[in-house]
């Protein structure tokens, strides 16, 4: 079972920052957070992941929380093409700890 | 750098028959995933490849699901004696050695009529 709870679906306006929530209050030290996407009809897209501190890259900002057990995913400048569902996953880093497990994730829609 | 490559995009298979998905790896990535995703659920793990060895199968039902990854060529996953509960999407993905970050391919749709 997953290890994380998300939203089921949220609205954003096109321009404004999406935050996008995840609890995950039972994470162990050596957990990662990773987020990935995924646009209807295509492949999961990897987005980001961190440890403990906050990380950015060109697609988004990864806010995770003191005591860890919740982060914030956010895209910035929503635009329409980053309507898609959004997966907040744990795991253990290292080849040894491959398997990704998929919660249900949030449906993001940006609204023009 | 090209992605992952998988094929067919669509298969429709009749009950009985056979499938056969095909899954080409980013080039330099040595190991390879598959996952099965029913519609409005996240993906489930599969098995777990590198070239010549299943690493981890242990998603894979026991009965008519095989998959591998030869020295040569791209990986296969098998579906034989195809039943309508098998229609999904399934991916696949690739990473590097030792690295963590998996990239997915666009998948396959499996249709069984």
């Known amino acids: 079972d997953a290890k994380t709870t998300q939203p089921p679906s949220m609205d954003c306006a096109e321009g404004r920052a999406a935050n996008l929530p995840c609890n995950h209050s039972?994470?162990?030290?050596?957990?990662?957070v990773y987020w990935y996407r995924q646009i209807h009809s295509q492949g999961p897209q990897y987005i980001i992941h961190?440890?403990?501190?906050?990380e950015t890259n060109e697609m988004a900002s990864l806010i995770i929380t003191e005591d860890r057990k919740s982060s914030t995913l956010i895209l910035p400048h929503a635009t329409l093409r980053d309507t898609a569902v959004y997966y907040c996953?744990?795991?253990?880093?290292?080849?040894?700890?491959?398997?990704?497990?998929w919660g249900a994730g949030t449906k993001l829609i940006i609204k023009p | 750098n090209a992605g992952v490559m998988q094929n067919p995009r669509h298969l429709v298979r009749r009950r009985g028959q056979e499938a056969r998905l095909r899954c080409s790896p980013m080039?330099?990535?040595?190991?390879v995933y598959w996952y099965r995703q029913l519609p409005e659920e996240g993906l489930k793990f599969m098995v777990y490849?590198?070239?010549?060895?299943?690493?981890?199968e242990s998603g894979m039902p026991k009965e008519r699901f095989s998959a591998e990854f030869p020295k040569e060529g791209p990986s296969i996953l098998r579906i034989q004696q195809v039943v309508r509960g098998d229609s999904a999407a399934y991916f696949c993905?690739?990473?590097?050695?030792?690295?963590?970050?998996?990239?997915f391919g666009p998948g396959t749709r499996l249709t069984v009529t």
């Open positions: 993905a690739s990473s590097p050695l030792g690295e963590d970050e998996q990239y």
């Open positions: 080039k330099g990535h040595s190991h």
């Open positions: 490849l590198q070239k010549e060895n299943i690493i981890d």
């Open positions: 039972t994470i162990s030290g050596n957990e990662y």
């Open positions: 961190g440890l403990k501190n906050n």
């Open positions: 996953i744990v795991r253990v880093a290292g080849s040894s700890n491959y398997q990704l497990i």
